[in-house]
């Protein structure tokens, strides 16, 4: 009999952390996850997850809204006509820990980073699948697909993953691979187990950029020695926004073929597709890329698994690049006047604004001469009467920036901080840290008395209620490209700030496009988002 689902809900399992869930990606727009129920560890509540599956079937194919509804995956369908296997799973997807040894800055692990410390490890898993295989829930060809956190430097992967050998079971191993293991190496050798590398980079400085820390050397080493066993061993390229140019695209295919590669996967950023930001230029990296490995005899492939038919034609959009290369030419070459036409502007705007900063500079100077004799308890900038000449120097720096007034203003911001100097100030929020009534805050990282460059994470919290999302964030210091983030539930977002170099400052302005109220307190405040520099 036909009826709608998906893969996931028929014959998948989740393992997070704190919860087991139906798919471990948000399909269906800002829905969010898929969750069965709260689990951490023991034995895993398998008449609860048939229930929740049956359950969540009935309300796929009922009239209300379900978390799923507007999902691409889920179809209409003889599914039981074609299934594989009359145990529960098929397939389980590890992801109870998260624990790592780099900072990808696109990843759930860095950026979304509050686990806490009791969980980051995650609960014992050699039990969990005992049970799975001694019960007879996992498919005798069943496959576990390890994620993470970075699964080879969990407390007992090695042992996990001989047993599930010696059970006849597959394994999909994604690993940063910064750390080389053997029983992974021995695993490859053997045919049981496949493993995938997202190395994201064809040059050091943009690994060191994109992954946060310095380890590109070691990781080809590792990546050399998995292909070198002859087995199921590929590298994969998250083509976003600091690493889709030509140079890194040749150098990583030289890199891949050095180290004798045999099998490519691409995908987008799956937070750029989120929040809409793909630019051109990665678009045509994925053409580029592609032509690239073809003519270097790598077997490429686009992962189409979690893009939507839409997805996946924006970015093969100049694939091959023989017949379709021409538009992006086309497309730079429009791209080009428009950035001119905006360089004209923005400079004709400077020189117009030009008295009116002379005169900011001087009323920072005489704010700053005042200041001098009043001592404050606090380095916050409440958004009072008293502060709005302050707020408003600042709005004009990040409006139409001065590196005087910018200097001026730092000193001004230092004059009332008691905190340690490399330490981001945080400028016009409310004592609890909150942009307040649709006004900006403002975040001051001060490094003119560094011998080195500063380069500060900040953190941006929004917990608005359900209906009032999506929330824009944008952070401009008015020089730089801005950064935008759109939040699409409730979340704390961790953004590293550009490096400010030595003996320079910088000022941003952090902004959100709508405000949100407390429901449950009785707190009238209308609020933007949280700025601190911790969690
Ligand atoms: C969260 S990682 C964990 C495993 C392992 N540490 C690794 O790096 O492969 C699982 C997979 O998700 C991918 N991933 C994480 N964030 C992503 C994003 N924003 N867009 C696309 N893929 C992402 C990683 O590249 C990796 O292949
Ligand atoms: S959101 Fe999509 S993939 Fe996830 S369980 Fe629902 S239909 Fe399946
Ligand atoms: S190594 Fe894997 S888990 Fe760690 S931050 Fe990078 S993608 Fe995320």
Known sequence: MEYVSCEWIESRLVLEQRAVKFCCIGHSGNKGYVPICDYDGGKLPVEEIKAARKRLIEQNNGPDDTLC?????????????????????????????????????????????FTPVSHVAGYPLLPVFEQLVQEGHLAHDGKIEWGGGEPTIVKGFAEIMRMLMQTGHTQQIHTSSVKFSPELAEGLRLGKVQAVTSVDAGTRETYKEVKGRDRFDVVWESVGKYAATGGDMSVKYILRKNNSDAENIRQFIARCRGAGIKKLVLTPDFREIAQQ?????????????????????????????????EQMRMVTKYVPLSEKGWRYRLYEAKASARKALARLTKRTRALGAALATQRAIERAQSLLEKEASIVHPLQLLEPSE?????????????????????????????????????????????????????????????????????????????????????????????????FEHTFLEPTQLRVPLPEVPAGESRIFSVKTDKTWRRTSLNDPREFGVRITTSI
């Open 277 to 309: 930001q793909v630019t051109e230029e990665t678009i045509y990296g994925f053409a580029l890329m592609v032509d690239e490995a073809e003519r270097n005899g790598i077997p490429v492939q686009i992962r189409d698994e979690y893009l939507n038919p």
């Open 386 to 482: 008293r502060e709005a000449p302050i707020l408003g120097l600042l709005e004009r720096q990040t409006l139409t920036p001065h590196p005087r007034l910018r200097a001026k203003l730092t000193e001004l911001a230092n004059s009332r901080n008691s905190a340690v100097r490399s330490e981001p100030v945080v400028l016009g929020i409310s004592a609890d840290a909150w942009t307040l009534d649709g006004k900006p805050g403002y975040v001051i990282v001060d490094a003119s008395a560094s011998p080195q460059p500063v380069a500060k994470d900040m953190w941006f919290t929004c917990w608005a209620d359900k209906r009032d999302f999506p929330v824009r964030l944008t952070i401009s210091d008015g020089i730089g490209e801005d």
């Open 69 to 113: 509804k507007g999902c691409h995956f889920l179809q209409k369908k003889d599914w039981d006509a074609e299934r594989r296997t009359t145990a529960l799973l098929d397939t389980v997807y590890v992801s109870n820990f998260s624990i790592c040894n780099l900072h990808c800055r696109y990843c759930f692990v860095y950026l979304e980073e």
